[in-house]
């Protein structure tokens, strides 16, 4: 499908601006550490009172170390503004796939007759979760490869989603007496965390 290829095509192209960013943050650190060593920092003056270059620190490499650091605050100033730029796109993208299979969300068979064990209590306006379409009360049967056999913690769920950013995660749900199959994509937005909902263990009980 079109929509997917631009999907997957906006993914990579965000996931290789991160990179690139990742880059860069190194490259800066490593500079600061060079002006560490010199025990200065970008405004501290290089020469003497007499306006003579110090001679207790290699002037030379700081200019130019001082230089790269400018550049390379431009460069991710720049980088922070496409990344910013992508994640729009991609979350239209997503939303535009989202209405789509929402349109043919289909309510499946539970033929493991798995028992729900995590419960949605909360889930944000135009966050990853809702455009996937989980709702307030769905209750989950399968979140991933995690479902109620192999639950220890919510870790395991927070652990599954930081592996899968940008990746299809599917989902099981039982929303009153259907079974709704949802695809959720785990995301940086404008909210915290990459998800957008609040998600509480079922006890046996309640069951």
Known sequence: MVVDMELQEAKDYVLQLMKDKDKIESDLKALKE????????????????????RNDIDVYQVRHVRHKIICLRNDHKTLMKKIEEGLHKLHALAGNQAENSLATTAIVQDNAQLDPFLKV?????GSPAEIAGIQVDDLILEFGSIDC?????LKDIGTLVQNSRYKTVNIKIKRGSNIVALTLIPR?????GLLGCNIIPIESVER
């Open 188 to 192: 940086p937005w404008i909210g915290n």
């Open 34 to 53: 060079i002006l560490d060593i010199n025990h200065v920092g970008m405004d501290d003056p290089l020469v003497d009172c007499e306006g003579y270059p």
């Open 149 to 153: 056999r192999n639950f220890k913690s």
């Open 121 to 125: 209590n909360l889930v944000s306006p």
